[in-house]
């Protein structure tokens, strides 16, 4: 669509050879941009808001495929653990395509290392966000990582789990119409920027950072695309019985689906506890004073997500964000950090292109300068510092403090950027240029004689 439009607006000439002006001129733009009367040809604040909150939407909260919870957790948890989820998605996207990328790295290594048995990179995401649970008649035990599946099977009489690409799409909340559907939202606003660009019509700075939301949103997706969405539970696996011997099933499982005013009782009952107990970043935060694991917790997540630390121990469920450590190889590794560092300082630079926007003030106008080349900067001496320790390991061992220091320094620059990149939009808001309120006219993009 992006480029069709770009073709259209290259050939707006007629096929004749004649000079015909467009439908709508840029002049007559410029004319009527002192005022937005005509109701059909105008949007109101509200229009351009909901457009661009529904995008981010579907960036931060859709777009993102979690692992699959433990068969013991109610709904307000795992709705906690989501909502986390999209506000890492808001404040760092960058690694969420890192977390991806992970993923799927594993994901493709999996399916190559059990070829034999059939298995699909769908089967390896299946994997990796914990689909195999081990079982004892119907009590579960713990959640099978994927270097601890052999002597498992479905039935308990195989070698390894075997079960079919469809029935694990079966049980994903989303399908290909689906995806394609949010795909296709995120790439119509994109296209409906570059045509008021094409038609010099000022963009916002909230349409300008979502678009910088939904181009990450499409790699995400893309390397998502195998991943089930919003499974909620996982397959029954059984060790592979040594006998022939009767095995006691014990009770019918616990489901725990008690009812939604029930759980949002007992949730808001363990809330005091839960604030007091502090956020849970991983175990080497364990035993950590109260404030600084909150202060922490922003700054916490991309250690998780890069560093590859454990995370808070569940044996029903794998980690947040399973898995902790890269695909082996240091050149592969090295290749995703390169990867995710150059999503990182696209993303700045969709950010920076609204360098000479129309702000309220100046001092709104050198804050988004700032922020802007903070985010597109501080990605490359941070993947070189990574990079760094992966090819000389021994160098985190000589200058532990000063590495640690430099790491911090580098993420809490990157989140102050990334904050007043959010908050920022909003207040430019409430002073837009009237041509802010015009719509496009696609008409002046088809080809035409008169």
């Known amino acids: 669509m992006i480029v069709v439009l770009a073709i259209l607006a290259a050939t707006r000439a007629s096929p004749l050879g004649q000079s015909s002006p467009p439908l709508v001129s840029l002049d007559q733009f410029r004319t009527r941009a002192l005022s937005c009367d005509d109701p059909n040809g105008c949007r109101s604040l509200w229009n351009i808001i909901w ?84 079982y004892e008649g119907n009590r579960s035990i713990r959640v099978l990582l ?45 296209t409906q920027i570059i045509a008021r660009a094409l038609q010099d019509l000022p963009i916002t700075e909230l349409e300008l950072v979502t678009v910088a939301f939904a181009t990450l949103n499409f790699v995400m997706y893309l390397l998502w695309w195998d991943k089930p969405l919003n499974v909620q539970r996982g397959v029954r696996v059984y060790k592979k019985r040594e006998t022939e011997e009767v095995i006691d099933d014990g009770d019918v499982e616990s489901t725990n689906s008690v009812g939604f005013f029930v759980a949002l009782r007992d949730a808001l009952y363990e809330l005091p506890a839960a604030i007091l107990r502090g956020p849970q970043l991983g175990t080497g935060f364990v035993g950590d004073p109260w404030i600084y694991r909150v202060l922490v917790w922003p700054v916490g997540i991309p250690f998780l ?63 988004w300068r700032v922020a802007s080349v903070s985010i597109v900067a501080i990605p490359i001496p941070y993947t070189l510092l990574v990079v760094l320790l992966l090819a000389q390991p021994g160098i985190k061992d000589s200058l532990p403090g000063m590495l640690g220091i430099l790491h911090m320094i580098l993420i809490f620059a990157y989140m102050l950027g990334r904050l007043a990149l959010l908050v920022l939009p909003f207040l430019c808001l409430r002073s837009l240029p009237p041509a802010a309120y015009h719509v496009v006219h696609w008409a002046t993009f088809i080809p035409h004689v008169l």
Not at 60 to 81: G, K, M, Q, T, Y
Not at 99 to 113: D, G, I, N
Not at 164 to 178: H, L, M, N, Q
Not at 326 to 349: H, Q
């Open 305 to 367: 997500i890069v560093g590859g630390y454990d995370m808070y121990e569940d044996l029903k469920r794998v980690d947040t964000f399973y898995p902790q450590h890269w695909v082996s190889g240091t050149r592969k590794r090295i290749l995703a950090g390169c990867i995710v560092a150059a999503v990182a300082v696209t993303f700045g630079g969709i950010h920076c292109s609204g360098w000479s926007f129309a702000f309220p003030s100046n001092t709104e106008r050198v804050l």
């Open 146 to 190: 994927p270097e601890q599946l052999e002597s498992y099977s479905l039935t308990g009489n195989g070698d390894f789990p075997r079960i079919a690409k469809e029935e694990i799409e079966d049980r994903s909340k989303g399908d290909f119409i689906s995806k394609s559907l949010v795909i296709l939202q995120s790439g119509w606003f994109v």
């Open 51 to 134: 457009s661009c909150a529904v995008t981010i939407f579907l960036c931060a909260w859709v777009s993102v495929h979690p692992n699959i919870p433990s068969p013991d957790e109610r709904w307000p948890r795992v709705a906690v653990r989501r909502v986390g989820l999209m506000l890492a998605a808001l404040f760092v996207p960058e690694m969420m395509i890192g977390w991806a990328l992970k993923q799927r790295l594993a994901a493709v290594e999996l399916a190559e290392r059990h070829k034999g048995e059939g298995w699909t990179t769908t089967h390896g995401f299946f994997a990796i966000m914990g689909g195999f649970m081990e």
